[in-house]
C-alpha cells in the first residue's frame, strides 16, 4: 500500500503538467455546466425586459435587449392581479413549510426515541405512503375536502400539504444519530420528554430542518395541479395557476416579455429561499461535523 501510494506521488511529482491539466479540464467542464444550467434563466430575464415588437419579429431568443422596457413589468401588474397571486403563494407556502416541518419533526422524534404498541405498523404506513404518487391521491382527496366544505378556501391549499412521509423518515434518521448522552443529561436536569424535543433534539436538528424546508416550500410554490382543482375563485389563485390564466388571455399572438416577466416574479422568491437556506443547511452540517 505504502509503495503504491509512493508511485503515485512520484507519477504526480513527474508530470505536474499533466495534473494542472486534468484540473483545467474539470473546471472547464464545471463552468461550461453551470453556463448551461443559467441560459434558461437569463432567456427569461432578458426576454422579460425586451421590446414586444422586436421579440415577434426575430426567429431566435434575445439575449442581450437593449433598451431595456421595465414597463413589460408595469404592465403585468397592470393586466393581472399578481399582488394578489404572490400573496396567496406566500401565506400558502409559509403556512405549509412552517408546519410540515414541525408536524415531521415531532413525529420523527416520537417513532425514534419513544416506544410504543403498533410502533411498527405506523412506520410501515408512513412508508407506504411514499409509493404512492400524489396524482393519484387527488380525486379522493377533493371529495374529502368538499365534505368539509373546504373547497375555495385556503384551508383546502394549505391543510392536505401539512404533512409527508419523507420528512419523517428525514427527520428519524437524524434523530438516531444523536447521541443518548445528550438527552439523558437533560433528563437528570428535570426536562421531560417534550422539553428535550424542544431544547436539545430540535436546536441540533438543522441539516435536515433546512433540507425539508426548502424541498417544501419550493413543492408548494410551484404546486399548479392542486389549486387549479380545488380553487375557483381569482383572490384565491396561487401565482403558478395565475401565471397559466394569463397564458390563456392571448387570443392571437403571446406576450413573451409579459409572460417572461410573471415567470421571473415567481422564480425570483424561490431563489431568495435556497440561497437562505442553504447558508443554514452549510452552518448546520459544520455544526453537526464536529459531534463525536
Same mark, same amino acid.
Given at each position: %500500500?505504502?509503495? @503504491? ?26 463552468? =461550461? ?29 434575445? =439575449?442581450?435587449?437593449?433598451?431595456? @422596457?421595465?414597463?413589460?413589468? !408595469? ?14 403563494? #406566500? =401565506?400558502?407556502? #409559509? ?7 414541525? *408536524? ?17 405498523? $405506523? ?15 387527488? #380525486? ?8 368539509? @366544505? ?68 419550493? !413543492?408548494?410554490?410551484?404546486?399548479? =395541479?392542486?389549486?387549479?382543482? $380545488?380553487? @375557483?375563485?381569482? &383572490? *384565491? ?15 392571437? &399572438? ?10 421571473? $416574479?415567481?422564480?425570483?422568491?424561490? %431563489? ?17 461535523? *464536529?459531534?463525536?
Amino acid at each position: %500500500m505504502k509503495k @503504491h501510494h509512493h508511485q503515485t506521488t512520484d507519477q504526480q511529482t513527474r508530470n505536474p503538467q499533466r495534473g494542472s491539466m486534468v484540473q483545467w479540464t474539470v473546471g472547464g467542464l464545471l463552468v =461550461l455546466g453551470a453556463l448551461l444550467m443559467l441560459l434558461p434563466f437569463w432567456t427569461m430575464l432578458a426576454t422579460s425586459l425586451a421590446d414586444p415588437v422586436t421579440i415577434l419579429q426575430q426567429s431566435r431568443p434575445v =439575449l442581450l435587449p437593449w433598451p431595456l @422596457h421595465w414597463e413589460n413589468y !408595469g404592465r403585468l401588474f397592470a393586466q393581472i392581479p399578481l399582488a394578489r397571486y404572490l400573496l396567496n403563494s #406566500v =401565506l400558502v407556502s #409559509v403556512l405549509t413549510t412552517l408546519v410540515h416541518v414541525l *408536524l415531521c419533526a415531532m413525529a420523527a422524534y416520537a417513532l425514534s426515541r419513544l416506544r410504543f404498541s403498533g410502533q411498527a405498523v $405506523v412506520q410501515m404506513l408512513c412508508l407506504l405512503t411514499l409509493m404512492v404518487p400524489p396524482q393519484v391521491n387527488i #380525486v379522493p382527496l377533493f371529495f374529502l375536502m368538499k365534505t368539509l @366544505h373546504w373547497v375555495n378556501t385556503y384551508w383546502a391549499l394549505v391543510v392536505p400539504g401539512l404533512f409527508g412521509a419523507f420528512g419523517v423518515f428525514l427527520f428519524r434518521q437524524w434523530f438516531n444519530g444523536l447521541p443518548h448522552e445528550l438527552e439523558e443529561a437533560a433528563r437528570l436536569d428535570g426536562c421531560n420528554p417534550w422539553q428535550i424535543f424542544w431544547r436539545v433534539a430540535l436546536p441540533l436538528s438543522l441539516p435536515p430542518l433546512a433540507t425539508l424546508a426548502i424541498f417544501v416550500f419550493i !413543492g408548494s410554490w410551484n404546486s399548479f =395541479l392542486w389549486p387549479l382543482v $380545488v380553487t @375557483h375563485s381569482e &383572490t *384565491l389563485r396561487t401565482l403558478p395557476v395565475g401565471i397559466a390564466s394569463l397564458k390563456e388571455s392571448f387570443r392571437d &399572438t403571446t406576450d413573451w416579455p409579459l409572460l417572461m416577466a410573471a415567470s421571473t $416574479v415567481s422564480v425570483v422568491p424561490v %431563489m431568495l429561499v435556497f440561497a437562505i437556506g442553504q447558508r443554514y443547511l452549510m452552518d448546520g452540517l459544520m455544526a453537526g461535523s *464536529l459531534k463525536e
